[in-house]
């Protein structure tokens, strides 16, 4: 292949928009690539929906702490949240696409016991 030719494909694909599927699976990583956050969803996949105080007390977080983690995995899609009075509640997003669950089954099946 020639250098021009090359330079174009090269050109091409800087330029290609990503995926819906790839801008999820970025979102996953990034939310995963925290040890406090992968603590938090194993405690979620173990026990169901928690309550953020909860979540602190296991984690050994500051409220303030825990939130942030918890938020970014709502963001990611991971989790879902709901107030309760002046509780929140997080649990497990049942709905989340097949390929980020298997993508966080095997993070958490990888840590150990």
Same mark, same amino acid.
């Given at each position: 292949?020639?250098? *021009?030719?090359?330079?174009? *494909?090269?050109?091409?694909?800087?330029?290609?928009? =990503?995926?819906?599927?790839?801008?999820?699976?970025?979102? $996953?990583?990034?939310?995963?690539?925290?040890? =406090? *956050?992968?603590?938090?969803?194993? $405690?979620?996949?173990?026990?169901?929906?928690?309550?953020?105080?909860?979540?602190?007390?296991?984690?050994?977080?500051?409220?303030? #702490? @825990?939130?942030?983690?918890?938020? @970014? $995995?709502? *963001?990611?899609?991971?989790?879902?949240?709901? #107030?309760?009075?002046?509780?929140?509640?997080?649990?497990?997003?049942?709905?989340?696409?097949?390929?980020?669950?298997?993508?966080?089954?095997? @993070?958490?099946?990888?840590?150990?016991?």
């Amino acid at each position: 292949m020639s250098i *021009r030719r090359n330079a174009t *494909r090269v050109a091409r694909l800087k330029t290609k928009q =990503t995926s819906e599927k790839e801008d999820r699976l970025l979102l $996953l990583f990034s939310a995963l690539a925290n040890a =406090t *956050r992968l603590r938090a969803l194993c $405690l979620l996949y173990e026990n169901g929906e928690l309550c953020l105080c909860d979540i602190v007390e296991a984690l050994g977080a500051t409220q303030s #702490r @825990a939130s942030r983690h918890m938020a @970014a $995995l709502v *963001r990611a899609g991971i989790l879902l949240d709901r #107030r309760q009075d002046q509780w929140v509640r997080y649990r497990i997003n049942k709905k989340m696409p097949k390929y980020l669950k298997a993508q966080i089954e095997v @993070a958490i099946s990888a840590l150990p016991k």
